[in-house]
């Protein structure tokens, strides 16, 4: 007795089995090559920066910087003293936690009041936050120095009596600036929560702000940490603002301390290379630290339909 073939599963299958040949086959390959040489093309100036961060300026002198040996240490001790990087990472640290956490704090209240209530001034509102962002920080100098320098405060909140030469100046800046952003990527976040869930909390008698502390923030997470990461590294690396609103050097962020690494008369780039890479690290432990969250954060609603 013979069997016969099923058609409809000969067909499923022979559509389902990959193709070999055919004109894409041969380029299947091209995509990656390309991929490849961008990245070491992106990467080859960072990776110049971080050999010769470990090499001494006399010998890459003599032999080149595309060159093999004079291995030290002396850069990254020269340069932890004569950039004074002590000071300066603890500056940075008083004007970035604040301003991220601040910032977070704010774009979540507007985000959470646009997302979860219809209202007619919604859009207005979150286009009154995101406008911030539009403007070019060197067109604001002028206003943003005389407006800071009228404003009085008591001494024990500035020790100037204004808030020029404040750290609390410079974090009010940035978190002006940053606000914007962070609202309008954290109300698309929110606009995709499930509305079951604010129905069921009222249902169950949660105020609008237990809704917003237990069941907005934790399930806004990964969009969290994915700001945290990029308001980090954006607030972090600011220099222009601290270097227009201190008036004094002991005040500046991290991101000084590169101008204290260069003589009068020449600059020995391997000790500021090995300066950069002091101030990058607290960026990239950060990045690894929440590299699960920033990942989740960016690939969010990549597989919705």
Request: proline residues 5%; charged residues 10%.
């Given at each position: 007795?013979?069997?016969?073939?099923d058609p409809?599963?000969?067909?499923?299958?022979?559509?389902?089995?990959?193709?070999e040949?055919?004109?894409?086959?041969?380029?299947?390959?091209?995509m990656?090559?390309?991929?490849t040489?961008?990245?070491l093309i992106?990467?080859?100036p960072?990776?110049?920066?971080l050999?010769?961060?470990?090499?001494?300026?006399?010998?890459?002198?003599?032999?080149?910087?595309?060159?093999?040996g004079?291995?030290?240490?002396?850069?990254?001790k020269?340069?932890?003293?004569?950039?004074?990087?002590?000071?300066?990472?603890w500056?940075s640290?008083i004007?970035?936690?604040?301003a991220?956490?601040?910032?977070l704090?704010?774009s979540?209240?507007?985000?959470?009041?646009?997302?979860?209530?219809?209202?007619k001034i919604?859009i207005a509102?979150?286009?009154?936050?995101?406008?911030a962002?539009?403007?070019?920080?060197?067109?604001?100098?002028?206003?943003?120095?005389?407006m800071?320098?009228?404003?009085?405060?008591?001494?024990w909140?500035?020790?100037?009596?204004?808030?020029?030469?404040?750290?609390q100046?410079?974090?009010?800046?940035?978190?002006?600036?940053?606000?914007?952003?962070?609202?309008?990527?954290?109300?698309n976040y929110?606009?995709?929560l499930p509305?079951?869930?604010?129905?069921?909390?009222?249902?169950?008698?949660?105020?609008?702000?237990?809704?917003?502390w237990?069941?907005?923030l934790?399930?806004?997470?990964?969009?969290?940490?994915?700001?945290a990461?990029?308001?980090?590294?954006?607030?972090?690396?600011?220099f222009?603002?601290?270097t227009v609103l201190?008036?004094?050097?002991?005040?500046?962020?991290?991101?000084?301390?590169?101008n204290?690494?260069?003589?009068?008369?020449?600059?020995d780039n391997?000790l500021?290379?090995?300066g950069?890479?002091?101030i990058a690290?607290?960026?990239?432990?950060?990045?690894?630290?929440?590299?699960?969250?920033f990942?989740?954060?960016?690939?969010?609603?990549?597989?919705?339909?």
């Amino acid at each position: 007795m013979s069997v016969t073939a099923d058609p409809v599963q000969d067909r499923t299958e022979a559509l389902l089995k990959p193709h070999e040949g055919g004109p894409k086959s041969g380029r299947r390959w091209l995509m990656p090559v390309v991929l490849t040489l961008i990245s070491l093309i992106w990467l080859f100036p960072l990776l110049l920066a971080l050999v010769n961060s470990f090499r001494d300026y006399a010998y890459t002198a003599k032999n080149g910087y595309v060159s093999w040996g004079g291995f030290t240490l002396d850069n990254y001790k020269n340069a932890w003293s004569q950039g004074d990087f002590g000071l300066h990472f603890w500056n940075s640290f008083i004007i970035t936690v604040p301003a991220v956490l601040l910032t977070l704090f704010l774009s979540s209240c507007v985000a959470f009041v646009v997302a979860r209530f219809s209202w007619k001034i919604n859009i207005a509102l979150l286009g009154f936050f995101l406008a911030a962002n539009l403007l070019p920080p060197q067109a604001l100098l002028i206003p943003v120095y005389r407006m800071f320098r009228a404003i009085q405060v008591p001494f024990w909140f500035s020790e100037s009596g204004t808030l020029l030469n404040s750290f609390q100046g410079v974090i009010l800046v940035n978190v002006a600036f940053q606000t914007g952003f962070c609202a309008f990527v954290l109300s698309n976040y929110m606009k995709a929560l499930p509305k079951e869930l604010y129905e069921s909390a009222v249902i169950d008698g949660a105020s609008v702000t237990r809704q917003f502390w237990q069941i907005t923030l934790p399930l806004c997470r990964p969009a969290l940490a994915a700001l945290a990461v990029l308001q980090t590294t954006w607030i972090y690396n600011e220099f222009f603002w601290a270097t227009v609103l201190f008036q004094q050097g002991d005040k500046y962020p991290v991101t000084s301390s590169i101008n204290n690494l260069r003589g009068q008369f020449f600059t020995d780039n391997n000790l500021v290379a090995a300066g950069s890479m002091i101030i990058a690290v607290p960026t990239l432990v950060i990045f690894f630290v929440l590299q699960k969250h920033f990942v989740a954060g960016l690939t969010l609603g990549a597989t919705k339909g």
